[in-house]
């Protein structure tokens, strides 16, 4: 009886076993949609590094630091149930804000840099799970960079320099976990236009 059971078990658990290993969590024609925010924004530490040993000079007083992002967006036509195409889009900023000190005189200031970058992508998925979805993403594209500086101080010209470059790329792995039909959570890690790391919501249509 017991050698039974345990028989019956094994079988049920081989069946289970079966469905999960032919399960997709995606079929040709869904659309996936990420959220997402991620770090950390490096140019923020680097400008903070800047002025704050200008400050130290006299140069600038009472500055205030502004750090956005990478937040991004990503959309996603399967093509099969293992390879989608995409649009990957992601922002960042970092700004700064103040006085600036010539002589005795201080002037209000402002400095920001904005990072947009637009990539189309070729995306593989690995999972044989319904929930669980691993992925690579890699993507080619376009990217926007800016930095604008103003200041009240008539003996400093407005600035504003864009990107030499305009190209952006990016590689990524990432995962995602659907605990319902069309609701999940994602993290990723990559190189390039983007955050090191990130995490946010999923939406499977």
């Known amino acids: 009886m017991i050698k039974t059971n345990?028989?019956?078990?094994?079988f049920i658990c081989s069946l289970l076993f079966c469905q999960l290993a032919k399960a997709q969590v995606y079929e040709k024609g869904n659309v996936i949609v990420d959220a997402y925010y991620g770090?950390?924004?490096?140019?923020?530490?680097v400008v903070k590094t800047f002025y704050k040993a200008d400050q130290a000079l006299g140069n600038f007083a009472d500055l205030k630091y502004k750090s956005i992002g990478p937040v991004g967006l990503k959309f996603e036509y399967l093509v099969?149930?293992?390879i989608g195409i995409g649009i990957h889009a992601n922002y960042a900023l970092t700004s700064v804000e103040g006085k600036s000190v010539d002589g005795s005189t201080t002037y209000n200031y402002e400095a920001s840099y904005s990072r947009l970058r637009i990539m189309p992508t070729f995306n593989i998925h690995m999972g044989n799970s319904k929930r669980f979805d691993p992925y690579f993403s890699f993507g080619v594209g376009y990217a926007n960079r800016k930095f604008k500086e103003t200041t009240d101080n008539p003996n400093i010209p407005e600035l504003s320099i864009k990107n030499a470059s305009p190209l952006a790329f990016r590689a990524e792995?990432?995962?995602?976990?659907?605990?319902?039909?069309?609701i999940g959570l994602n993290v990723l890690v990559g190189v390039g236009g983007g955050p090191l790391a990130g995490g946010g919501l999923s939406f499977k249509f």
């Open 6 to 10: 345990i028989l019956s078990l094994f």
């Open 39 to 45: 770090g950390p924004n490096l140019y923020t530490g």
């Open 80 to 82: 099969g149930a293992k």
């Open 173 to 182: 792995f990432g995962m995602r976990y659907f605990f319902t039909d069309h």
